[in-house]
């Protein structure tokens, strides 16, 4: 079945540091991908999405190309802030399905100051 | 002005006894979703529906019951709560054309 893997499930980091979250899909179809943001108390936020190969998202400094290729989809951001921590979640969507998100685990990031 | 809501923030309840959780939007979407999050588990999808006095199972249905009597309004149910049911819950919507999901505060329960 269609699934989402995010390698890290934990990463720590001290401001300024560069950010490279992976994540990986396997999908039947031609998804659309998505980086969703959780913080503390809060539910997730859409960072931002991609729809095709080669495609990049991006919003507030972080950002992930669609590679078809490698199915793959990770995220950067070249320097984090401690307003960054939170959970990050990889997901997909089949086009034309039911609305049925598919999300990864989770990465949990901490920005030490 | 937050687009989804949910009531209650936080409830306990005892084991046995029946939890209703309500999810409110004004999005004008027509699907709805509940999702509960664990820890090491991530977000699974229970329920979710596309269109009033309807709904469908998800990948995780067992032990619980929607119902979406308008467009904005859809409730998860839990008839008889059991320990497992003990996580938060995500009450979420979309309109499909572009796939983007707008999640609710979520709602914690503990079942004692």
């Known amino acids: 079945g269609d699934s989402v893997t995010q390698t890290e499930g934990q990463v720590a980091l001290s401001e300024e540091d560069f950010l490279t979250i992976h994540c990986n899909y396997s999908?039947?179809?031609?998804?659309?991908l998505f980086w969703y943001v959780q913080y503390p108390g809060e539910g997730p936020q859409l960072l931002f999405r991609?729809?095709?190969?080669?495609e990049k998202g991006s919003s507030r400094g972080f950002e992930a190309t669609y590679d078809k290729g490698t199915t793959s989809f990770h995220l950067r951001k070249a320097s984090v802030q401690e307003s960054d921590s939170a959970v990050y979640y990889c997901?997909?969507?089949?086009?034309?399905?039911?609305?049925?998100?598919?999300f990864g685990l989770g990465t949990t990031l901490q920005v030490q100051p | 002005e937050a687009a989804v809501t949910q009531s209650p923030r936080s409830k306990v309840a005892v084991t046995g006894g029946k939890v209703t959780l309500s999810c409110h939007q004004t999005?004008?979407?027509?699907?709805m979703y509940w999702y509960r999050q664990d820890t090491g588990h991530g977000l699974r999808l229970i329920h979710y529906?596309?269109?009033?006095?309807?709904?469908e199972k998800g990948d995780i249905p067992d032990g619980y019951k929607a119902s979406r009597p308008s467009q904005e309004n859809f409730s998860l149910i839990l008839e008889l709560a059991s320990l497992s049911q003990t996580a938060v819950y995500f009450c979420?919507?979309?309109?499909?054309?572009?796939?983007?999901?707008?999640f609710g505060p979520g709602t914690r329960l503990t079942v004692l």
């Open positions: 979420a919507s979309s309109d499909l054309t572009l796939y983007e999901q707008y």
């Open positions: 991609a729809s095709r190969d080669k």
């Open positions: 999908a039947s179809g031609y998804p659309t």
């Open positions: 529906s596309y269109v009033a006095d309807s709904t």
């Open positions: 997901a997909l969507i089949i086009t034309g399905n039911t609305g049925k998100l598919i």
């Open positions: 999005n004008n979407h027509d699907y």
